[in-house]
């Protein structure tokens, strides 16, 4: 069974929260590419890490804020794909903003220390990534965690060879990415691939961006593709194994209607 959502989040928060610190950096012309960006996310996604990423924030809600430890647990699962800033915002509005900011510090400490340390990538990824460019499929990572700690996992774990670009926390929100490379790439259809509500709701209300969604189950909490699917994903399963056929099927791979607005 899923985690509950924390009473206080509702549909459009997730897909609307932004916590944006845009850094100066040279525009990149923009450029044709052969078929398409298909745009990763790195936590739970690349990474095989969200479990122990989750037993992280438990702990450090508990220390900050007197949560109990499967509380905090639950609403960061039920959070995650936003910053942890925005994370604690929303789940923690009436605490002094000095309070939240050395919390999510420490989270990130931490994060590096216990999570990245020890984590590992998902198993079919180093297939899959290299199977996806000899497909002539360009790949770029967007991430909620500092881009140069996702250059460093991704170095480590012999991937960043493959990806045009990764933008993190400092270049924006994964909305602002997604605005980002519409520019680089203007036409080309972009493929968002995440494991989060956050991830799904926020491609699936993007111009051109088809939501890819990877599945999860872990302890006490479980994102089944029907989930997903329901988020606004075009496809979802627990692997990625298959993605390289669901991107070569238009049929397989088309976005699902977006709602009307109801006429008052």
């Avoid at 699962?77 to 009436?94: C, H, I, K, N, R």
């Avoid at 400092?170 to 680089?184: A, C, D, I, P």
Wanted: proline fraction near 7%; hydrophobic fraction near 45%; aromatic fraction near 8%.
């Amino acid at each position: 069974m899923a985690g509950p959502t924390p009473p206080s989040l509702s549909t459009s928060q997730y897909a609307e929260m932004a916590h944006t610190v845009i850094q100066d950096e040279p525009e990149v012309a923009p450029r044709s590419i052969e078929r398409g960006l298909v745009l990763f996310d790195l936590d739970g996604t690349i990474l095989d890490d969200i479990g122990l990423i989750a037993d992280v924030a438990a702990d450090v809600l508990f220390r900050a804020f007197g949560t109990p430890a499967a509380e905090g647990r639950l609403h960061y699962l039920a959070t995650t794909g936003m910053p942890f800033e925005a994370q604690l915002s929303q789940l923690y509005p009436a605490a002094p903003v000095d309070l939240r900011n050395q919390t999510a510090k420490i989270f990130h400490q931490r994060k590096v220390a216990e999570a990245y340390a020890v984590a590992g990538i998902f198993p079919e990824m180093p297939k899959l990534l290299k199977r996806l460019s000899a497909e002539r499929w360009t790949m770029a990572v967007s991430t909620g965690a500092e881009r140069e700690m996702a250059d460093l996992m991704l170095e480590r774990e012999g991937l960043r060879y493959w990806f045009e670009e990764v933008l993190g926390s400092g270049q924006g929100t994964k909305r602002e990415h997604l605005l980002e490379f519409h520019r680089r790439y203007p036409g080309a259809p972009i493929f968002l691939v995440g494991d989060s509500r956050f991830d799904m709701e926020v491609a699936h209300g993007s111009e051109g961006v088809v939501a890819i969604g990877r599945a999860s189950s872990l302890l006490g909490w479980t994102l089944t593709p029907d989930d997903l699917r329901r988020w606004g994903a075009a496809w979802a399963d627990y692997t990625l194994t298959a993605l390289p056929e669901v991107l070569a099927d238009p049929a397989a791979r088309a976005a699902p209607a977006r709602p009307r607005a109801r006429r008052r």
